[in-house]
């Protein structure tokens, strides 16, 4: 054999191209990037449907995700026919509930701050005011209560003012319940003075929750967060079913479980969670 040409070893990397390497790196991380957030959205969201059921909680039912204007409190009463038709159903899953069926008043609570349960009060109160109900909505979120404004009623007078007086009377909470634009609907707001968070596990709350079943015949509380107020636990007592907001791939299951532990230890009955903001 006869060597035609001596091989020579290579000193530097051949055909080096550095910007093509970080065009396609870059495009490949994006791709993966994207897929991981799916996979996030997908099965976080999934498995807390699971999770609700398996942990011996009725699920009540989902809410699509609404874009609210910037002006949220006029984009709170939802005009969505899909939404209207899931309100229905939730609506219908609590009043034939075998754990707690046709509840007069019900508890609308969560594990934390943004879940929506507002949103789930207004729009709650508003199918059972369709269906021939009177309703009473009690606002007893003392930081963000906003269903004065949703309803455009006066808050002047409200619950805090009826939790201050000395004695509770029928007379009393007349005067500080307004009628809405709405049909059948009323709003006991919370109003505009600051009160100690004990006073909302007394013997006061129950009067007042005992009086309104005289002139309505569903009230719906619109709670602060379980895990992060006690005002909610005087009301998850003595109401008749308390219904927990989830919001879908944020609430974490163990979240749920801590509240469904802290309900049942104060004796309230837990008629289900409600999944909100479902994508």
């Given at each position: 054999y006869?060597?035609?040409?001596?091989?020579?070893?290579?000193?530097?990397?051949?055909n080096?191209?550095?910007?093509?390497d970080?065009?396609?790196?870059?495009?490949?991380?994006?791709?993966?990037?994207?897929?991981y957030?799916i996979?996030?959205?997908?099965?976080?969201g999934?498995?807390?449907?699971?999770?609700?059921?398996?942990?011996g909680l009725?699920?009540?039912?989902?809410?699509?995700?609404?874009?609210?204007?910037?002006?949220?409190?006029?984009?709170?009463?939802?005009?969505?026919?899909?939404?209207?038709?899931?309100?229905?159903?939730?609506?219908?899953?609590?009043?034939?509930?075998?754990?707690?069926?046709?509840p007069?008043?019900?508890?609308?609570?969560?594990?934390?701050?943004?879940?929506?349960?507002?949103y789930?009060?207004?729009?709650?109160?508003?199918?059972?005011?369709?269906?021939?109900?009177?309703?009473?909505?009690?606002?007893?979120?003392?930081?963000?209560?906003?269903?004065?404004?949703?309803?455009?009623?006066?808050?002047?007078?409200?619950?805090?003012?009826?939790?201050?007086a000395?004695?509770?009377?029928?007379?009393?909470l007349?005067?500080?319940?307004?009628?809405?634009?709405?049909?059948?609907?009323?709003?006991?707001?919370?109003?505009?003075?600051?009160?100690?968070?004990?006073?909302?596990?007394?013997?006061?709350?129950?009067?007042?929750?005992n009086?309104?079943?005289?002139?309505?015949?569903?009230i719906?509380?619109?709670?602060?967060?379980?895990?992060?107020?006690?005002?909610?636990?005087?009301?998850?007592?003595?109401?008749?079913a308390?219904?927990?907001v989830?919001?879908?791939?944020?609430?974490?299951?163990?979240?749920?479980?801590?509240?469904?532990?802290?309900?049942?230890?104060?004796?309230?009955?837990?008629?289900?969670?409600?999944?909100?903001?479902?994508?």
């Amino acid at each position: 054999y006869n060597i035609i040409e001596q091989a020579q070893v290579a000193n530097s990397a051949y055909n080096i191209n550095h910007l093509k390497d970080l065009i396609m790196f870059f495009v490949v991380g994006i791709i993966i990037c994207g897929l991981y957030c799916i996979f996030l959205v997908t099965f976080s969201g999934v498995s807390i449907y699971s999770s609700i059921s398996n942990n011996g909680l009725t699920l009540l039912g989902k809410i699509d995700k609404e874009n609210k204007a910037k002006s949220k409190v006029k984009s709170y009463i939802s005009k969505n026919d899909k939404v209207i038709a899931q309100m229905k159903k939730i609506m219908t899953n609590i009043q034939l509930n075998r754990k707690v069926s046709r509840p007069k008043t019900i508890l609308v609570t969560s594990t934390n701050y943004g879940t929506g349960t507002t949103y789930v009060t207004a729009n709650l109160a508003m199918r059972y005011s369709r269906s021939d109900k009177k309703v009473l909505i009690i606002d007893s979120d003392f930081n963000e209560g906003i269903q004065h404004k949703i309803f455009n009623i006066n808050s002047e007078d409200g619950l805090s003012d009826l939790i201050e007086a000395d004695t509770i009377s029928q007379e009393g909470l007349s005067k500080v319940i307004k009628q809405s634009p709405i049909s059948n609907l009323y709003v006991l707001p919370c109003g505009e003075g600051q009160i100690d968070e004990e006073l909302l596990i007394t013997d006061k709350i129950e009067k007042i929750i005992n009086l309104a079943k005289n002139q309505f015949d569903v009230i719906i509380i619109d709670g602060e967060p379980i895990l992060k107020q006690i005002t909610s636990y005087g009301w998850a007592n003595i109401v008749n079913a308390v219904v927990i907001v989830a919001e879908f791939s944020k609430t974490k299951i163990e979240d749920i479980m801590k509240a469904k532990n802290i309900i049942e230890d104060i004796d309230g009955k837990i008629s289900g969670v409600i999944v909100n903001k479902a994508e």
